[in-house]
């Protein structure tokens, strides 16, 4: 009996679990084979490689969330001083901006003494403010302006660096760790392509931030240790100055990085009309004149500027896909009227400029079939929306109406048959469902009581054999 009674209760399990594991998880092709998000993994510019000098590029456009370019983009690389970055976004978030802040002269010990500081070098118990000392970091690129900001801001540079690596992870930073707050060499402090991609995409969020990694020169004011300092950036790209054919009108920020090797990393930021492009280059080298020894190329760059020509030149960026935008009606064999099916959410990305909305393809997958009755906000599809092959953009569809049995429309239209359909269907369900779990339980006390006539019927012949044994 305890057997029967085993196999119908695993019966019963499979019946529950059976259909929700033949269910098939569906696939977000705007990740695995589309742009629509810095994780995809097939940029809207192909997977081809388009660069040669750098160990890693991206380009991300940020306005419409799309990977544009992506080569190598997860291999962990040093990452100088693009650790700044983060490092100025936590102290401006964490940070007033008018906040005064005294050197200390330990604080100042704890730097290499070949580090670059910013010029005249601070001064112990010197008094700024932070905004001035994140302008030296990040204009004149002074370390000893970095490891000042992180004493003031967490009480001691440790504290700092851990609070950079939790922020980093929180940003789905994989292949990032972080030892100083500088980006000195440490072989333990690495990073990749896409994760300070994600890090400068957070940044520019801050207007505060936005305001000094924007800054091509400042005054930093005379202070009780020295006169005023004039910092002017030394990046090529922003400052028209020093190597003209780099200088780039499009580039609004951007920071550069030596590593021990001599190559070149470089982040930045550019817009032009409603694109705003993010580019990383890791590793880059300089080339040079076999002849006169001159620099022929200066890495990292020109290898900016190829990016940003790639992404902004025919192509634009705009909205694909409206909130609440009805796409379509779907027609319900039985069913009182028809399912009109929109989507909750906009998307937008970027496309050629010679391609219009309705050149795009649409597709619907994973497409549920639609059964009786229907629910308002019901998910019912998956919307992908492909370009050149690639999948551009991504969303759930959903019904905007209820739609129940024709046959249940007599109900009264003015009583709303929909909803009292829907109710009766849902009563129906419960009154099925008690029947059958009844029927399970007649079942096995029908199969208890036929276990114990069974018995009885044992014991009636043992008795018998024992008068007929006694007599």
């Not at 679990?17 to 993994?41: H, R, W, Y």
């Not at 100025?88 to 005294?102: F, N, Q, R, S």
């Not at 302008?135 to 009480?155: E, F, K, S, T, Y």
């Not at 504290?159 to 939790?166: D, K, P």
Request: hydrophobic residues 40%.
């Amino acid at each position: 009996m305890r057997k029967i009674t085993v196999i119908l209760l695993v019966l019963c399990i499979l019946i529950c679990i059976v259909p929700a594991m033949a269910e098939e998880k569906e696939q977000d092709f705007s990740v695995t084979n589309g742009c629509n998000t810095l994780e995809g993994q097939v940029p809207f510019l192909g997977t081809q490689k388009l660069l040669e000098n750098g160990k890693a590029f991206i380009l991300y456009e940020a306005n419409t969330d799309t990977l544009m370019y992506a080569d190598n983009a997860d291999e962990q690389l040093p990452p100088a001083s693009l650790v700044k970055i983060l490092t100025a976004l936590i102290a401006v978030e964490k940070g007033k901006l008018d906040d005064a802040v005294t050197v200390k002269e330990k604080v100042l010990a704890t730097l290499d003494p070949d580090a670059v500081r910013v010029s005249p070098k601070l001064a112990a118990d010197e008094v700024l403010s932070v905004k001035d000392l994140l302008h030296c970091m990040m204009v004149a690129a002074a370390n000893d302006a970095a490891v000042v900001l992180a004493d003031h801001i967490m009480g001691d540079q440790k504290a700092f660096v851990a609070e950079m690596n939790r922020y980093a992870k929180e940003l789905g930073c994989t292949n990032t760790n972080f030892t100083n707050v500088h980006g000195l060499h440490d072989k333990e402090q690495y990073t990749s392509a896409r994760d300070a991609a994600r890090i400068l995409a957070k940044a520019i969020e801050n207007e505060e931030f936005c305001e000094i990694f924007f800054a091509k020169k400042y005054i930093v004011p005379e202070t009780n240790k020295n006169d005023s300092r004039l910092l002017v950036t030394q990046n090529y790209l922003m400052n028209k100055d020093i190597v003209v054919i780099h200088y780039d009108e499009r580039v609004k920020g951007s920071r550069t990085g030596t590593t021990t090797d001599g190559t070149t990393n470089i982040a930045s930021y550019a817009e032009v009309e409603d694109m705003q492009l993010i580019s990383v280059v890791l590793g880059s080298v300089s080339v040079y004149d076999e002849k006169s020894g001159r620099v022929k190329v200066f890495g990292g760059y020109g290898e900016t500027q190829q990016l940003l020509d790639l992404g902004f030149t025919d192509h634009k960026a705009g909205q694909l896909i409206y909130e609440n935008q009805i796409l379509k009606q779907i027609p319900i064999s039985g069913g009182s009227s028809d399912v009109t099916i929109a989507t909750k959410e906009a998307r937008s990305s970027v496309i050629p400029a010679n391609i219009s909305r309705e050149q795009l393809e649409f597709r619907y997958v994973n497409e549920l079939p639609l059964s009786l009755p229907v629910k308002e906000g019901q998910r019912v599809s998956t919307l992908q929306i492909w370009c050149n092959n690639i999948c551009i953009a991504q969303t759930e569809i959903f019904a905007m109406n209820s739609v129940v049995a024709a046959d249940q429309v007599f109900l009264d239209v003015d009583k709303q048959p929909g909803n009292l359909a829907v109710f009766f269907g849902a009563v129906l369900k419960v009154l099925g469902v008690v029947l059958a779990i009844g029927l399970l339980v007649m079942a096995v006390f029908y199969l208890r009581r036929i276990n114990v006539h069974a018995k009885q019927k044992r014991q009636r012949r043992r008795n018998s054999t024992d008068r007929r044994r006694s007599r």
